[in-house]
């Protein structure tokens, strides 16, 4: 989903998202909006797939609900 972080971020709010493919292009740029807001639910990944060139990165994820953290 290109320009869209709104929606991406509603759609994993209310459970519809089933898969995420995400292109990681090394860039610095600044300020702008981000996909994963500060607050809000965590929400665990599993990766499923990815492929590496000196490029770019693609990984595909599914979402995996709740995290689980370690307690001491």
Excluded: C
């Excluded at 971020?9 to 493919?21: A, G, H, P, Q, S």
Aim: no cysteine; charged share 25%; glycine share 8%.
């Amino acid at each position: 989903m290109h320009g869209s972080g709104t929606l991406v971020r509603w759609l994993l709010k209310n459970d519809l998202v089933d898969e995420m493919n995400l292109l990681i292009i090394p860039v610095v740029v600044g300020q702008g909006t981000r996909l994963f807001p500060d607050s809000g639910p965590d929400i665990a990944l599993d990766l499923v797939d990815r492929e590496s060139s000196p490029r770019h990165n693609d990984q595909v994820y599914r979402p995996a609900g709740r995290p689980q953290y370690a307690t001491d």
